[in-house]
């Protein structure tokens, strides 16, 4: 395919895959059991943290955390006191465990009572119109509370070179219009045109099969390959190509 035949063909894709049949099969069916911003973002983000492996699994587990939670994300964070620990006990995700669980919630009440919430966090650490610093940004603010070192390996860092697939996945999530009823645009003050793909096995697969990609690792570099492509496709939203590049690999096998 040629340049032209392949924005045709990515966008026939994407727009395929982005419906709502999508979100029964998809761990963003978990925040879309809420309809407060603070709810929606905070399920989001914890369902985004442990979005690697099974996928079954990643749902089943995001459940759980919700229902750790009394099913009310946004008023259990807020008001949460260490003696409530004991409400994590038990709670594992392959390495992210109950001990993990009590810090985010930790560090998620100190965002939203010092730090203006999740949305002022990121947006605080854009820079040069990039997103990706936002991440390492954020995840300074997020860690200012009393961790364990191995809890921070739940947060990837785009200054190491990660692609940080999750949190890149979660901002999608976040940002991009709502319009098609999977993605819930409820950051307005974050263009989408600054978001990146999250890059997973199916994503970079598929992109190197069509040449978006020549770099065979998974990392950060890669992923600013993958934006400038995708980018050159469609300025103003190129991350609606994951759900062509998804959906081509996950469903299609391609």
Not at 70 to 82: K, Q
Not at 124 to 133: E, Y
């Amino acid at each position: 395919m040629n340049k032209k035949e392949l924005k045709i063909f990515l966008d026939e894709k994407a727009a395929q895959y982005e419906n709502n049949d999508f979100i029964p099969h998809d761990p963003i069916q978990i925040p879309h059991r809420f309809d407060l911003k603070e709810d929606i973002e905070i399920a989001a983000f914890l369902t985004a943290t442990i979005a690697w492996g099974n996928r079954k699994s990643i749902i089943n587990n995001a459940t759980k955390m919700m229902e750790i939670m009394g099913e009310a994300p946004h008023d259990f964070v807020i008001n949460y006191t260490p003696d409530q620990a004991h409400l994590f006990e038990g709670f594992v995700h392959r390495t992210f465990n109950s001990i993990d669980f009590e810090t985010f919630i930790r560090a998620l009440k100190n965002i939203y009572t010092h730090h203006g919430g999740l949305e002022q966090v990121f947006l605080s650490g854009i820079t040069n119109g990039d997103l990706q610093p936002a991440i390492t940004h954020f995840k300074k603010v997020f860690f200012e509370v009393d961790h364990l070192p191995r809890t921070q390996k739940h947060v990837s860092d785009p200054s190491k070179n990660s692609a940080a697939k999750r949190i890149n996945m979660f901002l999608r999530w976040m940002i991009r219009d709502a319009r098609s009823g999977v993605d819930f645009g409820i950051w307005k003050s974050i263009s989408p045109s600054l978001l990146s793909c999250p890059l997973d096995v199916h994503t970079s697969n598929v992109a190197r099969k069509l040449r978006l990609l020549s770099r065979k690792q998974n990392d950060g570099k890669t992923l600013a390959e993958l934006d400038k492509a995708l980018r050159k496709m469609d300025p103003v939203d190129p991350v609606k190509y994951d759900f062509a590049l998804f959906g081509l690999g996950a469903f299609e096998n391609f």
